[in-house]
Structures are given as C-alpha cells and as structure tokens.
C-alpha cells in the first residue's frame, strides 16, 4: 500500500469513549494505579492512572477534552525564546538543551525540510532556523501560541493539532516531537501519521518520560513523567517499541543526555507548592529518532535518551 494512499481506523480522540480501551493493544480491561493532581502548575482536579491489563501502558483515564485540557497548558507551561528569558541560568539551560537538540538531529540530517511537532514558543525552531540549512514548520495546537511564534520566528506555525493537521504526505525530511508523544490522544496514529508525513530516508525524532528512569522509583506520584493532566500516556519501553515497530520504524540510535532536568527544577523552584514542583523537577526523559531511515527519543533513567529508528523501503 502506497505511503500516500494508506488510511488507518485508529480512533483520533479516544477521550470520547465510555470505557477505557488501551491505545497499545485495544484491550478493555485496566487496573487503577493512582490518582493525582496537577504538581506543576497546581490547578485544580483530581486525575487517574491506568495500567492496561494485557500490554502494560499506562495512560490517564478519562482523559480530558482539548477545550478544557487547554486551560492547563495556559501561563508558563511553554518557555519564551531565548531572546526574550530574562535569568541568565534558565537562559543558558535553556540554550544548551536546544544545542544538544540540533547537534543529534543533525548527526542523521544536516538539511532540509523539518516539522517540529508541539513547537510551543519555537526555541527548537529557533536554534534550527541559525542554521540556514533547513525549510522549517511548527505545528502548535494553542492557537495564540502558534501566532506568537510565527510572527516573532517569521517560520509558518499551523495551529492544529498533529493528529488534525492537513501537510503533504512524503513532504519531510525530519519530524521531531520533542516530549509530544505523551501528550497525544491517539500516539498510534501519530507514528503512523508522521510516517506518512516523511520522505523515503527521513527520520523522526522523539523524546518521551523515562519510565525505568530511577527518578520515577524515587518521587513516586510526584514524578515530573505523570504530570497530570497534560501527559495522557506513559509508555514502558516494550509497549514503545512495539508501537513504533508497528509503525514501519527500525530503531537507529538511542542515548541518553541531560536537555530538560535544570530547566525543570529553576521553573519549579519559583511559584508555589514548590516542595513537590522542586521533586518533580528532578526528573528523566529520553530522545531518539526513527527513520524510514527514521528517529525516535525515549527516556532513561534521569536523564534524556536519544534513540533512531529506521523504516525499510
């Protein structure tokens, strides 16, 4: 089946159902493994965790409606460019996450066409841009964000959803999700999406929370890879790896670097309830990419790890 024509049935909101159905495996049957609120920004609700029964994914359940899920990414949640962060600390964490974060996507592609997925205020899209060597496009599904950064970048940020987006098929060298796919309705369809979305030979490069990270043994409910209500999912390794295999990826690389932990930490320690905020600040994610040749990014243990994976022609 042609990488344009294909189609999938995997439901783009699975928020909208009665009873939990797990997004990895489609079973129904799930046991509860907490219930938490919102440590980051400490708003309001009380949310759950589910582990699926058969696969072993985790994933929040109900999940909140976009409308009001939005509320929660209001405010702080996306960090302004570089030029516009008055502390110097945040600054430079922040300028050398970015740097680490161009310096693996370029070790598969020095060039060409990327969609930086979830691209917030656009610091990925930024660093890129200093290049001159890439055609660049943001996806951000706040709308107000999405016009923010393109007016200030001058790159085209399309203000939807990944899963609703209208882009080309074959039109994309790189896709990157940096920390995305954990907050997705439907992470199967996206995979298979942004294979679609891919040229022969592109890579897609993701970061999600670590799961195995030590960081998550030691803060229990309070680790940073919940932050409930905006991570949907959180995906132990195997279930990862056989969504992405399903997807027609073949893993290239994985490693694991520091891009998130101090940035956390100083947004944690400024604002209040900052006891858990400054323990969830102290956490673990991983990047990677998949390729047909493709990228992708998991987590490990606290800190971030790069993984790659290839699709076969």
């Known amino acids: 089946m042609g990488r344009a024509t294909a189609q999938h049935s ?29 440590y980051l920004k400490g708003l309001p609700g009380e949310f759950a965790v589910v582990r699926c029964k058969t696969c072993g994914l985790l994933f929040q ?30 600054r430079m964490v922040q300028r050398v996450g970015v740097l680490k974060q161009r310096w693996y996507v370029e070790r598969f592609c020095r060039g060409g066409h990327l969609l930086d997925v979830g691209c917030g205020s656009g610091l990925f899209l930024e660093e890129m841009q200093h290049s001159g060597r890439w055609h660049l496009m943001g996806l951000e599904p706040d709308a107000d964000v ?3 950064t ?18 080309p098929p074959s039109s994309q060298d790189v896709i990157t999700l940096w920390h995305v796919l954990e907050h997705v309705y439907a992470p199967r369809y996206v995979l298979h999406k942004a294979w679609h979305l891919l040229k022969p030979g592109g890579y897609l490069v993701f970061a999600v929370p670590n799961y195995e990270s030590l960081s998550r043994l030691l803060f229990g409910r309070h680790w940073v890879g919940w932050d409930l209500p905006r991570h949907l999912f959180v995906f132990p390794r195997p ?64 800190r971030c790890s790069l993984n790659a994976w290839e699709s076969p022609r």
Do not use: K
């Open 239 to 302: 279930v990862l790896h056989r969504m992405v295999d399903e997807a027609r990826f073949h893993l290239v690389d994985r490693r694991c670097f520091l891009i998130p932990t101090i940035h956390l930490v100083t947004r944690s320690i400024s604002g209040p309830r900052t006891g858990h905020r400054l323990c969830t600040g102290l956490l673990a994610g991983c990047a990677g990419p998949m390729t047909p040749r493709w990228s992708a990014q998991e987590s490990f243990p606290s």
């Open 150 to 167: 393109q007016e200030q970048l001058g790159i085209p940020v399309v203000p939807h959803l990944f899963e609703q987006a209208t882009i």
């Open 61 to 90: 359940w109900p999940q909140l409606p976009w409308e009001h899920l939005r509320v929660y990414y209001e405010g702080e949640y996306h960090a302004p460019l570089l030029r516009y962060t008055s502390s110097p600390l945040r």
């Open 146 to 148: 999405a016009a923010i």
């Open 10 to 38: 995997f439901p783009l909101f699975p928020h909208t159902r009665v009873h939990p159905v797990c997004e990895g495996c489609g079973s129904t049957g799930v046991t509860l493994v907490f219930r938490g609120r919102d």
